[in-house]
């Protein structure tokens, strides 16, 4: 069966600090993988996508995943951490569906950034 | 990019009562959108697929009786919940795919069943 982990309900970093958010995905074929993030009280907003082109994805606000076949994960990093990037982070995989597709998301990681 | 929108973005109202929840796509059609339900510091589950011009898709658990969804234009889609009882409050998104499998996310609506 399909499914998204992210490893780390929480995770704390100083401004400045490089982010990283892990996700590993089940997923019995070729997936397509997403982050997005979530700020308070609002929807989600789309940070980045692979499907099935380059690994090395670039989103916005600098962040960036990788997508590593041989070890089923797409964490996403950002090098400097700001206090903006506060929120929470949401992995997903796409699979398809009856007459198109669905989303299964992972747990999601909330992300402390420290002045 | 394309833009979803919810209506209301907050409602409160007393138990038994309906309440509906409107999703709408401002600059695109939408044959298909998704409705989700998150409770507080959990991830987004998936309630239903809303399909225009047919029958809403449940997903396994969900009461389809009870929230019941319409999607009767290329850009509106709508989730009602019956009788709300305090354990529906929960905040309810929905979503609209676009290119490539992403989807547009609506900005959520937060109900709170007293």
């Known amino acids: 069966a399909q499914s998204v982990t992210q490893l780390g309900s929480h995770v704390s970093v100083s401004e400045g600090a490089l982010v990283l958010l892990r996700c590993n995905y089940s997923?019995?074929?070729?997936?397509?993988l997403f982050w997005y993030v979530q700020y308070p009280n609002q929807g989600l907003q789309l940070l980045l996508k692979?499907?099935?082109?380059?690994?090395l994805v670039k989103g916005i606000n600098g962040f960036e995943a990788e997508f590593k076949k041989s070890e089923t994960s797409f964490h996403l990093t950002k090098p400097s951490a700001h206090m903006s990037d506060a929120a929470e982070y949401f992995c997903?995989?796409?699979?398809?569906?009856?007459?198109?597709?669905?989303?299964?998301f992972g747990a999601g990681t909330r992300l402390f950034v420290k002045a | 990019g394309a833009v979803v929108s919810q209506h209301p973005s907050w409602v409160i109202c007393k138990s038994g009562t309906s309440v509906k929840i409107e999703c709408r796509s401002l600059?695109?059609?939408?044959?298909?959108m998704f409705w989700y339900r998150q409770f507080p510091k959990q991830s987004l589950m998936l309630m239903a697929t809303?399909?225009?011009?047919?029958?809403?898709?449940?997903e396994q658990g969900v009461e389809k009786d009870k929230f019941l969804i319409n999607h009767a234009s290329l850009t509106l889609s709508t989730l009602t919940v019956t009788s709300a009882h305090p354990e529906d409050s929960s905040f309810y998104i929905c979503?609209?795919?676009?290119?490539?499998?992403?989807?547009?996310f609506g900005p959520g609506t937060r109900l709170t069943v007293t």
């Open positions: 600059d695109f059609q939408a044959t298909t």
């Open positions: 979503s609209a795919p676009g290119r490539g499998d992403e989807q547009y």
């Open positions: 997903a995989v796409t699979l398809p569906n009856t007459g198109g597709f669905k989303t299964i």
């Open positions: 997923s019995s074929v070729p997936p397509y």
């Open positions: 809303s399909n225009e011009g047919s029958k809403a898709t449940y």
């Open positions: 692979y499907t099935s082109a380059a690994t």
